[in-house]
DNA sequence: ACCTGAACACCGTTCAAGT
DNA sequence: ACCTGAACACCGTTCAAGT
């Protein structure tokens, strides 16, 4: 036989599935996966991969927690105490940039940490490091969940990928402030980048002010 | 004939199929919307949606538009130079609620204004509320976005749903931060409500802190 | 103009059969 | 254990046919 149903190797493993699928949705996007390209792209047929995972979902999940894998958290080892803002700084970056590499997946990394390990690993550094710096408990989850939402947004809701490249979509009798300048592709990622660091920094500034009267109560 | 291919009064227009896939999408999520269970909601069979829309996505971005309608805008109307604080906090509020009241469809709605003339309209609102109290243009915009990054990231990556229900995924071991209080339902509300509260107020006191360096510049 | 059923090219997933 | 093809119950969308 030339053919046979089970090699004496197995074809697929678990981290073959993970990076095609990661490859694919970066070229092509989410709603190019299906389990019979996917399969196509590993040279097997489409069933093959349940016997890896149990759903497709699954894999989803695992593309993203490899991107979370990929985000830095040194920042929040042995911390400076007085240094708690520069982590939080450095580390929103590192996430930014981790997400930006990856945009197509953002959707599912955004579904929360659920079951995904690297993803939780995030959460606990952060906590971690708040925690060590000072921070009450209380408050050390909340900096981690608000950090979350304002970086996921930035990458989910991102103004560069919002507006459409068609003039007559926005009349400026209908929106009297909104510029045609909004419909350049250079401008819009300008406008992202702008409103990262200007919400980062507002945060961070905010978060300072609380943590000033933490001390001195 | 009692049963006819056209009847005299159309039996679908936008306004039913929006609120028909409105109500579906809020009642089982929106991966519960085909086009087939939607026209059967509608008693009329699948194809008869494509004589109302171009495709399926676009009826999912008429649904968002719809949540976008019902954001509170009027604090941005004739507005007081030194309340631009009042009137973020206010709007931040109202659009919040609007995404807590529909979440299922918060991933269509945090894509980006696009085409959506009611997600236009909000962001027209705040950049004009912004730029009347004295912000600059550039400024405005970034605000806009930045506001629209953390309220978006705040319901989209809901700490409330990221968790799962289940105590085995979450070895302290694995995360020796993250304790079990994590898990329980009514604790993930708290830190999303706390988070919220806690971020935005951070934002507008850093946001003010840049706004008095521009005055007195 | 607006609805219908039939059809096309897909899906995710299950399962018995192969080695 | 791990792969296969066949099958099931779905999809979104097109289109000719009806009124």
Redesign the interface.
Known sequence: MWRMARPRKPLLSRDRIVSAAGALVDAEGLEAVSTRRLAAALGVSGPSLYNHFRTKDQILEAVADAVSARVDLTMFEDPDPRDWRTALADWAHSYRDALADHPHIV?VL??????R?AG??V??AV??GM?AAGWPP??A???G??M???????A????A????D?EA??DPA?????GQAHLLAERQRE??E???E??L???????A??YEALRTR
Chains 1, 2 share one sequence.
């Open positions: 959707p955004a579904r929360g940490p659920g079951r390990p939780l690993r959460a606990d906590y971690g925690t209380a408050q989850t909340r900096i969940a608000l979350r939402y304002f970086i996921l947004g930035s989910v809701a991102s103004f990928r919002g507006f459409v068609d979509a926005y209908d929106y009297p402030h909104l406008v992202d702008g409103a990262f200007t919400g920094t507002a945060l961070l500034d905010g978060l002010l609380q």
